[in-house]
């Protein structure tokens, strides 16, 4: 038996000895795309910076992949951390669970080696089948389509069959409905027509619906598990509100993924569509998270890990901001005319993913060391006053929002000059470029990125030693 504080696997069910193999995967996917994210960014300032070794494309292109990926692992991570305490039944399937892990991370590993190495040549059959499908955000080639797909349908037999033979509940439902979309949105993005607004028209499946739909239901359901566990939440509090969140996915959710149809050659009644339902999918999680603070009043706000709590805060008001304030700003038609496709755009895609994703994944990091070193304390009066995890929690978050407000302002510049009065002409494009708002704004960006650059190294840090000299363990809270 390990010694309190000391990190040991055998604290750890199947399941979640399966979920820090995500975790530990997912933290390294992060930090590549922090660095590749950097890299492209030095040569949007610098355009001679690496080129002809490692160009700007490739660079993006793999922070784009990386972002994806490594919240995709530590989704699944997530989920494989709460499936056999929620079912209350071992995890059926595991050994074919932690094999397609393995599979799933040679894949990752031997895409982007592809990525690096291959960076220009000639666009064929085969090269759709073995190097890229050129397809931005979907960039992987179709046998690593083909492997994530039987990755996600072997991930749905885990679950489905382990509540099947286990505990029922509402978190395990709505989880097991979503991971089916899971599979079969992600289908949307293995065929091409050569109709260009149709192949859009599916595209656009996979990059919201895979993404923000399927995606929001999964930190619906993690969020509700977390909230229960760290602060003793009433189930049926937590689970109220996530059907309501799957209902208004339903309802404008699916809907709202008209505001990517507008300039793409698709009917005119998706202007108004898509302009009304696209900022209403983040309402319930801010509900159930308030509601949860309020219902733990009752318990004086205690809650037995303050980092992970902290994260789930800022899950809930960073997706509010990012996923919907942010959204609701250029989605609009009248206004996305001018910011579709500016810096605009990359000013709510950082604060929406981070927000609706990276919060929460990072919250369930620090409920995995808090477990893995034995329950230990991780709430008031911690060791080191918990500086690591504070200073990392602000810089991460200063570092975001600082790139978000520095992006925001070049789009601006770029939907006033480059749209409202060039009328988005070459002259008008490189007339914006070059303002200097525009050219201050990416600098800034730039100094952010390495804020956060900053604040991801304190984070791992944090992850490897908090609770290391803890000689207590959590009080855990019964629900109100």
């Not at 696209?278 to 509601?291: C, G, K, T």
């Not at 914006?432 to 190294?457: E, K």
Request: aromatic share 16%; net charge neutral.
């Amino acid at each position: 038996m390990a010694a309190l504080g000391e990190i040991a696997l055998s604290n750890l069910n199947g399941g979640q000895k399966l979920a820090i193999k995500y975790f530990s995967l997912a933290i390294v996917l992060f930090g590549a795309q922090i660095l590749f994210g950097l890299l492209a960014g030095i040569q949007y300032l610098v355009p001679g910076f690496l080129f002809g070794v490692l160009d700007f494309s490739i660079n993006r292109m793999v922070h784009v992949n990386a972002l994806v990926v490594w919240m995709l692992c530590a989704f699944l991570g997530s989920i494989y951390w709460l499936l056999e305490d929620e079912a209350q039944h071992p995890v059926v399937g595991l050994k074919l669970g932690n094999l397609v892990f393995w599979a799933f991370t040679s894949v990752v590993a031997l895409v982007v080696i592809v990525y690096l190495l291959v960076q220009t040549g000639r666009g064929e059959i085969s090269t759709i089948w073995l190097i890229t499908e050129g397809r931005e955000y979907i960039e992987a080639p179709r046998w690593a389509d083909i492997a994530i797909v039987v990755s996600v349908l072997v991930f749905f037999y885990n679950v489905a069959g382990t509540f099947s033979k286990g505990r029922f509940t509402g978190i395990g439902g709505v989880l097991v409905i979503d991971l089916i979309a899971l599979f079969g949105l992600y289908l949307a993005g293995m065929f091409y027509t050569t109709n260009i607004s149709l192949d859009q028209f599916w595209w656009w499946w996979v990059i919201h619906l895979w993404v923000e739909a399927t995606w929001e239901v999964l930190v619906g359901a993690v969020l509700a598990y977390a909230l229960i566990k760290t602060l003793g939440v009433r189930r049926e509090i937590v689970e109220t509100w996530l059907y309501i969140e799957v209902a208004l996915m339903f309802g404008s959710g699916i809907l709202g993924l008209g505001h990517h149809y507008f300039w793409i050659g698709t009917p005119e009644y998706w202007l108004s569509i898509g302009g009304f339902f696209s900022a209403l999918e983040p309402i319930p999680l801010v509900a159930m998270v308030v509601h949860a603070v309020y219902d733990s009043g009752t318990h004086k706000m205690e809650n037995n890990n303050h980092p992970a709590f902290a994260w789930m805060i800022a899950n809930a008001f960073g997706n509010f901001l990012g996923a919907g304030v942010w959204g609701f700003m250029h989605t609009l038609p009248q206004i996305n005319l001018f910011t579709h496709g500016t810096q605009w755009t990359a000013s709510h895609g950082h604060l929406a993913f981070f927000g609706a994703f990276a919060t929460i994944n990072i919250a369930f990091f620090y409920l995995a060391v808090q477990k893995l070193r034995g329950d230990v304390w991780m709430s008031a009066e911690l060791p080191d006053q918990g500086r690591k995890w504070k200073w990392s929690f602000s810089l991460l978050n200063i570092g975001i929002l600082g790139m978000t407000v520095a992006l925001l302002i070049a789009g601006y510049v770029q939907s006033q000059l480059e749209r409202a009065i060039g009328g988005s002409s070459w002259s008008a494009y490189f007339e914006a470029q070059s303002h200097p708002w525009f050219q201050q704004a990416i600098w800034w960006r730039q100094v952010f990125g390495f804020v956060l650059l900053i604040g991801f190294i304190v984070l791992v840090w944090d992850l490897l030693t908090a609770g290391k000299r803890e000689t207590r363990v959590i009080q855990l809270l019964k629900p109100a």
